[in-house]
């Protein structure tokens, strides 16, 4: 009988050390939440995994073992079969992984970035084609655009579908079941600038699939990686927001999988350092304002059936005078050239917001076309003050000298804000003054 109940305790003792293959699905500090079949355990993390760059990341497929006092740690990284990873703008050569063991990446951006700014996608499908993965881009808040605006973005999109593997657009319901049919039963990564609706495509998808419909009316911010498992096998990795997966070492094949036609510019710039952004010579920068290269894009467009828009060169007004009017994309107001009291209008009068057109005053060169607020006013030297602005989508300031016509007193409220908010109690104010000899 005691040989018989020592057998079967071996036999216990040899299960409890034998190792279990699970998948990392969060990663905090010196632990991991792993998926070991329907559990979720945590479990501690060799130093060798913390102190490594890019020994472990969500969607690894890892084994654990049971430790002291009931806990687990992780004993092995097994292979990846597929690995994405950006590039990083703090440490040039340096490379951050983002997700193994995929089947796609899911690129988001809102409708309002689309129509705006580009690059983020181009990243992306360079990105999942260097991985060997799908990549699937998905245009968020799509109903907050006006209709003729969609039949513009409309033409944009249909020259992506050439590229990536699907082009989807959040508002319609038909679309968003075949985006969910195709991400189902795969592993897939969902990246996309802060505040573009990551989470909320995500918990849509698997409620989707799992016949819900409760959603969080606020979903919280997305701090660090976390994978989301739903029904049919179906795993999501949702991502902090990211602004520019900062690419290194871009080849010219790689170029001419996304945007052919700044491929073949490239190398007519003055300079082989060239960025194409701000520089005198670059050859990008002078397609872009005579608009040769959306000409290029949308005979694209006419090839599979439709129409060619009439593109305008972009104008040039560092040298010329600029009698533009226009609306303001903030408040509405219609703005003429009259009334500035100069020769250039550069923002409204009635709101002193602007738009990121320019990388130098005039050169209407800027690929942004964020709204640009004014966020303080300064002194020059000759006594003429001026605006600071700060674009909202990419956070470059500039100065602007003011207009004539410009809103008197929002131009005192911007100059006094800081007045309203000093570094000290002001009840304070005589007795520092004291304190420092001038009383």
């Not at 290029?296 to 006419?302: S, T």
């Not at 300064?378 to 700060?390: L, P, Q, S, T, Y």
Request: positive net charge; contains cysteine; hydrophobic residues 35%.
């Amino acid at each position: 009988m005691k040989k018989k109940k020592l057998k079967e305790k071996i036999q216990i003792q040899n299960t409890e050390t034998e190792k279990t293959e699970a998948t990392v699905v969060k990663i905090m500090n010196k632990q991991a939440q792993v998926l070991a079949g329907d559990r979720l355990v945590t479990c501690l993390l060799p130093q060798a995994l913390v102190s490594r760059k890019n020994a472990l990341v969500v969607g690894d497929r890892v084994t654990i073992s049971p430790a002291d006092n009931k806990a687990y740690k992780l004993s092995e990284v097994m292979p990846r079969e597929t690995a994405v990873f950006r590039g990083s703008r703090r440490s040039k050569g340096e490379v951050i992984l983002i997700a193994a063991n995929i089947h796609y990446l899911l690129a988001v951006v809102t409708a309002d970035y689309f129509r705006h700014q580009a690059g983020y996608l181009e990243s992306a499908i360079i990105t999942a084609r260097r991985a060997g993965i799908k990549i699937i881009i998905l245009i968020s808040r799509w109903d907050l655009v006006g209709e003729s605006e969609k039949e513009l973005l409309e033409k944009k999109i249909s020259l992506y579908r050439q590229t990536a593997d699907f082009v989807f657009t959040g508002s319609d319901q038909a679309e968003f079941m075949a985006m969910t049919a195709e991400v189902s039963n795969k592993t897939g990564v969902v990246v996309g600038d802060r505040a573009c609706g990551k989470s909320t495509i995500i918990h849509k998808i698997l409620n989707s699939l799992s016949k819900e419909e409760k959603i969080p009316e606020k979903l919280p911010a997305t701090h660090s990686s976390q994978m989301e498992t739903g029904p049919q096998n179906t795993w999501l990795i949702d991502t902090p927001g990211f602004r520019d997966f900062a690419l290194q070492a871009v080849t010219e094949e790689e170029k001419n999988i996304v945007f052919p036609e700044i491929a073949r510019l490239t190398d007519m710039c003055r300079f082989s350092s060239c960025t194409h952004t701000h520089e005198e010579g670059c050859a990008v920068i002078q397609a872009l304002r005579e608009g040769r290269i959306e000409r290029e894009r949308y005979d694209a467009y006419q090839g599979m059936g439709g129409r060619t828009a009439k593109m305008k060169p972009q104008p040039d007004y560092r040298h010329t005078a600029c009698a533009e009017s226009f609306v303001c994309k903030v408040c509405g107001a219609p703005v003429a050239p009259e009334g500035a009291g100069s020769g250039h209008r550069n923002h409204c009068p009635r709101c002193l917001s602007s738009l990121h057109v320019d990388n130098r005053p005039g050169d209407r060169a800027s690929l942004c076309r964020g709204v640009m607020e004014p966020v303080g006013v300064w002194v020059r030297k000759n006594g003429e003050w001026a605006i600071i602005h700060r674009c909202r989508l990419c956070g470059t300031f500039s100065s602007n000298r003011i207009a004539a016509d410009d809103n008197p007193a929002l131009l005192l409220s911007i100059a006094v804000k800081p007045l309203t908010s000093p570094p000290f109690p002001l009840n304070k104010l005589e007795e520092m003054l004291g304190r420092n000899g001038m009383s």
